[in-house]
């Protein structure tokens, strides 16, 4: 296989990744018809972060970080950087060095399916990562790779100019010619939630909401009262007592 750095500027709006962002993992990806998830074994070093931009893709060997120096000047402001390896790696490939050059570009963040070190400096920076694991093994610059190709990483393929949305629920690709669509099934769904969340808040329950009781009744579920418990007095009983 070729290696290749291939320069592109095919990605997706801006509005359009700060809407997904705003909607966050699983709303967009309900949406989207449960679709574009990564294996959850792909987590974030610290709680709360919250990303959506553009994905510079980079395919590494394993134990070898060559590639991710080679992408850097490939990367926008807004973009997310995603990492594969041609074999599986828990080495820590990224850490505090690379988030700086990256911040100082305006990335939003770091998806890569090995290992990252640094972590407590990554967090004082506020650069979201998330990644397979966080291991202080040293990697090579040795291997060429390639960067701006399709990658498969935890499961999903992820082309450049895909959309990567990531929150403390996990990290999901959408596909660029996609994400318009997207966007709007998001908004509908979140506005289908705010009107169940209101009722919710007046005291409907979901198995009424949902018409969930002939489901119980079709799959045999019975309700029955505790024989051991005590039972509740009638208006009678407490009058004659």
Avoid at 50 to 70: E, K
Avoid at 205 to 226: F, N, P
Wanted: net charge negative.
């Amino acid at each position: 296989m070729k290696n290749v750095i291939v320069r592109t500027d095919r990605g997706p709006s801006a509005a359009v990744t700060d809407a997904l962002r705003g909607f966050g993992v699983a709303t967009v990806h309900e949406a989207m018809g449960r679709r574009g998830l990564l294996h959850p074994g792909i987590r974030p070093i610290y709680a709360g972060a919250r990303i959506a931009g553009r994905a510079v893709t980079v395919l590494s060997h394993p134990g070898d970080n060559l590639m991710i120096h080679a992408c850097i000047e490939q990367c926008k402001a807004g973009d997310v950087l995603v990492v594969a390896t041609t074999s599986q790696s828990t080495d820590g490939m990224f850490g505090e060095l690379f988030a700086t050059q990256l911040r100082r570009r305006g990335v939003a963040g770091l998806i890569i399916d090995a290992g990252v070190r640094d972590v407590a400096d990554l967090t004082a920076m506020d650069f979201p990562v998330w990644s397979r694991a966080i291991h202080a093994q040293g990697t090579a610059k040795a291997v060429a790779g390639s960067v701006n190709v399709p990658v498969v990483i935890a499961g999903q393929t992820v082309r450049p100019g895909d959309v990567v949305v990531a929150d403390d629920d996990g990290v999901l690709c959408v596909a660029l010619e996609d994400a318009e669509a997207t966007v709007e099934a998001s908004r509908a769904r979140e506005d289908h939630e705010a009107d169940k969340r209101a009722q919710f808040l007046d005291g409907v329950l979901g198995v009424d909401l949902y018409g969930l009781r002939d489901k119980l009744q079709a799959l045999g579920v019975e309700y029955v009262d505790d024989p051991g418990a005590a039972q509740p007095s009638t208006p009678e009983e407490e009058t004659i007592s």
